[in-house]
Antibody, heavy 124, light 112 residues
Framework: EVQLLESGGGLVQPGGSLRLSCAAS????????MSWVRQAPGKGLEWVSA????????YYADSVKGRFTISRDNSKNTLYLQMNSLRAEDTAVYYC?????????????????WGQGTLVTVSS | QSALTQPASVSGSPGQSITISCTGTSSDVGSYNLVSWYQQHPGKAPKLMIYEGSKRPSGVSNRFSGSKSGNTASLTISGLQAEDEADYYCCSYAGSSTLGVVFGGGTKLTVL
């Protein structure tokens, strides 16, 4: 059974940093692209970042480019999101999501499994 | 990366069919067959309903179907059931200028 378990969320002050983790199990982690998708309270879904199965290719939304870094440790079956220079508008539930396959040319964003989400609140 | 445009809400009676549109541009929806659709019930994680424009993952009812014409993708739900009431989001590759992914703003489906 595929399981994705996010952790690392919490309350952080504007300008601060936070690292999210997503522990994966039930599939061959290195064979699949992974993404982070966020949802602000009462709002819609927003794609944040994607990474290929090998970790060699990464993609970011314009809203987080230069501030967030996606990475993965395939030996630990874990996905990460390092978030720096956090802003109030980054407040959201952050989901990790598994893609149906790996990124061949461009990210297709077919997310067949999602974690339960972890809440990040940026406030003073 | 501008969000794809969806109607804020749609409604239908049990047994009826409804269609949710998702309008992008010639740079995203219009140029690539990389559209997916997600269903989200309150307090739950999203669920993949359609990928590659019209394909259904295993386990998704054949009452859900997807299509595309020009810059607009559509999700059709036939034989509406009470449990279909949820938020629906379209998603697409955003194009070579951004190399990213973009979601629609979401559509609230109400089953009357």
């Amino acid at each position: 059974e595929v399981q994705l378990l996010e952790s690392g969320g919490g309350l952080v002050q504007p300008g601060g940093s936070l690292r999210l983790s997503c522990a994966a199990s039930g599939f061959t982690f290195s064979s699949y692209a992974m993404s982070w998708v966020r949802q602000a309270p009462g709002k819609g879904l927003e794609w944040v970042s994607a990474i290929s199965g090998s970790g060699g290719s990464t993609y970011y939304a314009d809203s987080v480019k230069g501030r967030f870094t996606i990475s993965r440790d395939n030996s630990k079956n874990t996905l990460y999101l390092q978030m720096n220079s956090l802003r109030a508008e980054d407040t959201a539930v952050y989901y990790c999501a598994k893609d149906l396959g790996d990124i061949v040319v461009v990210p297709a964003a077919y997310f067949d499994y999602w974690g339960q989400g972890t809440l990040v609140t940026v406030s003073s | 990366q501008s969000a794809l445009t969806q109607p804020a809400s749609v409604s239908g009676s049990p047994g009826q069919s409804i269609t949710i549109s998702c309008t992008g541009t010639s740079s995203d929806v219009g140029s690539y067959n990389l559209v997916s659709w997600y269903q989200q019930h309150p307090g739950k994680a999203p669920k993949l309903m359609i990928y590659e424009g019209s394909k259904r993952p295993s386990g998704v009812s054949n009452r859900f179907s997807g299509s595309k014409s020009g810059n607009t993708a559509s999700l059709t739900i036939s034989g509406l059931q009470a449990e279909d009431e949820a938020d629906y989001y379209c998603c697409s590759y955003a194009g070579s200028s951004t190399l990213g992914v973009v979601f629609g703003g979401g559509t609230k489906l109400t089953v009357l």
